[in-house]
T-cell receptor
Framework: GQQVMQIPQYQHVQEGEDFTTYCNSSTTLSNIQWYKQRPGGHPVFLIQLVKSGEVKKQKRLTFQFGEAKKNSSLHITATQTTDVGTYFCAGQRSNSGYALNFGKGTSLLVTP | KAGVTQTPRYLIKTRGQQVTLSCSPISGHRSVSWYQQTPGQGLQFLFEYFSETQRNKGNFPGRFSGRQFSNSRSEMNVSTLELGDSALYLC???????????????FGPGTRLTVL
């Protein structure tokens, strides 16, 4: 079953509003990755976080990895219609080898 | 560089049949992972191969199997199909740079399997 929980499941915002999705794991992760999937498309890699407390920014997107390496968040500032899609986090555990455990994703809808 | 390719893109089968899906990774990528994506369960890890060896397997029944060839191309097979196997099957390849883990996954377009 899913080992990485992600909330919310859906989010509907007006263009220009901010958006945040959260991931939580019951076990410590060695690293976490974030992906975006547009409707009808396939997941596309956004970023990988490895270090405890790490914060990375990509233009309007800010990614955080918790101090305990059990949670992560993706924050989008001033959403645009091009941000529409489903955002997934995917965690790797140190003892699970080469396996990515995906959260169920947060579907973001942005209305102009 | 060409991306990850998967064939066929769409497939319709009936219960009890078996199916083989194919994946060609990005040139130079030796790690290939397979995922099942459904609306209810999201993206679930099936297995990962590197240099023709399965390094990890997800929590799926033995009806799901895979293999990797010397050119890194991979196939997955599902035998005795059930209605619940209807899903989008995604293949992803990656370089193996991160020690003990998977790097950025490059996904293919997927194979949409419908079981009737």
């Amino acid at each position: 079953g899913q080992q990485v929980m992600q909330i919310p499941q859906y989010q509907h915002v007006q263009e220009g509003e901010d958006f945040t999705t959260y991931c939580n794991s019951s076990t410590t992760l060695s690293n976490i990755q974030w992906y975006k999937q547009r409707p009808g498309g396939h997941p596309v890699f956004l970023i990988q976080l490895v270090k405890s407390g790490e914060v990375k920014k990509q233009k309007r997107l800010t990614f955080q990895f918790g101090e305990a390496k059990k949670n992560s968040s993706l924050h989008i500032t001033a959403t645009q219609t091009t941000d529409v899609g489903t955002y997934f986090c995917a965690g790797q555990r140190s003892n699970s080898g080469y396996a990515l455990n995906f959260g169920k994703g947060t579907s973001l809808l942005v209305t102009p | 560089k060409a991306g990850v390719t998967q064939t066929p893109r769409y497939l319709i089968k009936t219960r009890g049949q078996q199916v083989t899906l194919s994946c060609s990774p990005i040139s130079g990528h030796r790690s290939v992972s397979w995922y099942q994506q459904t609306p209810g369960q999201g993206l679930q890890f099936l297995f990962e191969y590197f240099s023709e060896t399965q390094r990890n397997k997800g929590n799926f029944p033995g009806r799901f199997s895979g293999r990797q060839f010397s050119n890194s191309r991979s196939e997955m097979n599902v035998s005795t199909l059930e209605l619940g196997d209807s899903a989008l099957y995604l293949c992803a390849s990656s370089l193996t740079l991160l020690a003990g883990g998977l790097n950025e996954q490059f996904f293919g377009p997927g194979t949409r399997l419908t079981v009737l």
